[in-house]
């Protein structure tokens, strides 16, 4: 029973970071929508920091890709994020970034 609260505790520490992903892609469909293209920079979208974790936002060929990481894996997180233009949060369940071939978070 302790082993699984501690588990569920560590996993809630990655919510923010899922919330913030969505939000992100709100912001990146808005800003799409007034300025033609995508941004390429989190500060182009007026995000919050999130304590614990490093977002990090950038073009690509084919639109924008924003990855989340914690900062200490396993204190602040335990799973790292990975969102593009498809709307599709991808995760890693190690202390290595998610990448566009990572695993669709179900």
Do not use: C, H
Request: glycine share 8%; hydrophobic share 40%.
């Amino acid at each position: 029973v302790v082993s699984n609260m501690v588990k569920m505790r560590a996993r809630m520490r990655d919510v923010p970071a899922l919330q913030e992903m969505r939000t992100i892609m709100q912001a990146q469909r808005q800003y799409r929508s007034r300025f033609g293209e995508y941004a390429g920079d989190l500060s182009q979208l007026g995000a919050k920091p999130i304590p614990g974790w490093t977002f990090k936002v950038e073009k690509t060929a084919t639109g924008f890709a924003v990855r989340a990481t914690p900062v200490v894996f396993g204190k602040d997180g335990r799973r790292a994020f990975y969102l593009d233009e498809r709307g599709i949060v991808r995760v890693s369940r190690g202390p290595e970034p998610a990448t566009a071939e990572s695993p669709e978070i179900k």
